[in-house]
């Protein structure tokens, strides 16, 4: 049921509508759109920060050009939801019964308006500079604008699309989205650049943008609807490259994400009147762990260094920001300078401990290998988000085990217990000898005995149940379903301790012993652990079944679907091998 038949938004059909408002009733409907925000997001969590600070942008944008014939990229894409709600998907906002009709993400499935499913960093002025080239060679005439900001700016590829866009010949937009912030503050040298700008009404002497070449404006108040119309007419149909720099309030409207803007970048469901998340926090939790060894290592006078990309919260490192600054870095939303920064300290004699979100972890496949592996350097790496989940195909977290496992000198580790995962941490600290991953459960585990973990992981040694006929192998966070599906079936239960080491002498003995061996994994199925060990028995006469994700990018769907596609419940897993 609509909650607010009365606003302005319910006549906004589509941007044709949105041109006929006078700017009072543009000043309404962003207060409107702000609202929904809020209510939307207080009921299902997602992004806040920065969708309530590009509401009067976005409504200028849509009021001066002509979408979907021209075209906007929007960077990351987390920003969209006032795009959303003007190109005909209000009622995903205003109707609580259709808050997942849409994703939180640009979608080209779901709208001629969006052009490219986008949820990760730094991307849109290199798409949007092919796109002008295409559209010149095709003899087209559209504007084509790319909007990047909310800490995209510190990601390599954005200087090598600003330094490709300088170049081009004919009309590019590139709308810089200053508010100086990305998921927590901004960080490094741009952070210098963008406030003299600013200071300077756009006037400074060093500037990054005319140096390579742009015809640069400047906005001072991004979020004034009037300023943002004219300075898009006056950009609109330029035929060569502009960049168009905003200064934006991230979080406006809300006095809570004003105060603390990096813990309402993302937010999960809140109480609205007090600002509370619904579902507290439980403790010990994977985070709480590392961090705590981490913390340890600190006072114990250890030269350790917390490393992250620009998601301190994610993973509680707050603390560590705050109380041992030495010791935390946060290299800005920047993976591959993350990866190569932790492997020149380890060069050095250091201790890094990198914290990668799975998803993010993508962006820097190349210094994994060719920075850390290839040179065989004792980097240690916390992943968290790494398994099946329910998010955006941008935000899959998935893919961990394919990037990392297969790379030579990488360990990859995957705890079943929080003990597990806190020796797993100090073995990989102390030992000199390789890099070191360890998978942070995202499901919940069992706090475990710590005087009942093993504490060396210099040669893995698979942790063993027998049963009878049938090898349950559970790996990480999956060890609990495996607990399940091996009492069903009176069969071996084995913690296999890592994702890619395997123990061959184990294996032999468990397929000299068993009918049936079975690998679950909270991770992709193509180039995973299960492949390793089928591959490894191929020829010993036992039959092996792989259970994990298949390779198709899920978007939204719900975790029970996924697990059900997949024959990832214990009734579908034990109906299987009985039909053997």
Known sequence: ?????????????????????????????????????????????????????????????????????DKIVWDVSHQTYPHKMLTGRAQAWLDPNHYDDVTPFTNPDESPYDYFAIGHTSTSVALATGMARARDLMGGHE??????????????????????????????????????WSIDKNVGGLVT???????????????????????????????????????????KDVDHPILLHINTLKGKGYSPALKDEEFHHWVIPFDLKTDKPL????????????????????????????????????????????????????????????????????????????????????????????DTAANDLPVVMMVGAGGISS???????????????NLPNWIYLAPTNLAEEKAMMH??????????????PINDVPEGDDNKVIKDYSNIQYQVKP???????????????????????????????????????????????????ITLEDDALDGGYGEKVASYLGNKGVKVLNYGQKRVYTDQTPL?????????????????????
Do not use: C
């Open 193 to 235: 650049a963008l406030k003299k700008l600013r200071d300077s009404n756009g006037e400074a002497a060093e500037n990054p943008f005319k140096a390579m070449g742009f015809d640069y404006r400047y906005v001072a108040d991004g979020n004034n609807i009037q300023d943002m119309i004219n300075a898009f007419k006056a950009v």
């Open 560 to 580: 029970k679907e996924i697990y059900k596609q997949n024959h990832l419940t214990v009734d579908q897993i034990v109906a299987d091998v009985k039909a053997l």
């Open 427 to 440: 073995w990989a600290i102390e030992q000199r000898k390789h890099p070191v991953a360890i998978k942070m």
């Open 279 to 370: 579902t507290p926090e439980k403790k010990p939790n994977p985070n709480t762990v590392a961090t705590d060894v981490i913390k340890e290592q600190i006072k114990a006078g250890n030269k350790i260094i917390a490393i992250n990309a620009a998601i301190p919260s994610n993973f509680d490192l707050d603390e560590i920001k705050d109380k041992y600054p030495d010791h935390y870095k946060d290299v800005g939303i920047a993976e591959q300078e993350s990866v190569a920064f932790a492997t020149g300290f380890a060069k050095e004699g250091g201790t890094p401990v990198l914290f990668e979100n799975s998803s993010f972890l993508q962006r820097a496949f190349d210094q994994l290998s060719h």
């Open 467 to 517: 049963g009878k006929d049938v090898a349950v192998l559970a790996l990480g966070d999956f060890y609990q379903l495996g607990a399940k599906v091996a009492s069903k079936l009176n069969a071996t239960l084995v913690n296999p301790v890592s994702a890619n080491i395997l123990d061959k002498d184990t294996l032999d003995k468990l397929a000299a012993n068993h009918k049936v061996i």
């Open 1 to 69: 049921m609509n909650k607010h038949p009365d606003y302005l938004l319910n006549k906004i059909s589509g941007p044709k509508d949105l041109k006929k408002l006078s700017i009072p009733e543009m000043e309404k409907l962003a207060k409107e759109i702000r609202t929904l925000i809020l209510e939307k997001d207080a009921a299902k969590g997602g992004h806040l920060g920065p969708d309530l600070g590009i509401v009067e942008a976005t409504i200028a944008y849509h009021y001066v050009f002509d979408a979907p014939k």
């Open 391 to 405: 998010e955006s195909k941008t935000h899959l977290g998935m893919f961990d085990q394919v990037l990392i496992s």
């Open 143 to 180: 504007n084509i604008t790319a909007l990047i900001g909310d800490g995209s700016m510190t990601g390599g590829l954005a200087y090598e699309g600003f330094n490709n866009a300088a170049i081009e010949k004919h009309n590019l937009v590139i709308v810089v989205n200053d508010n100086q």
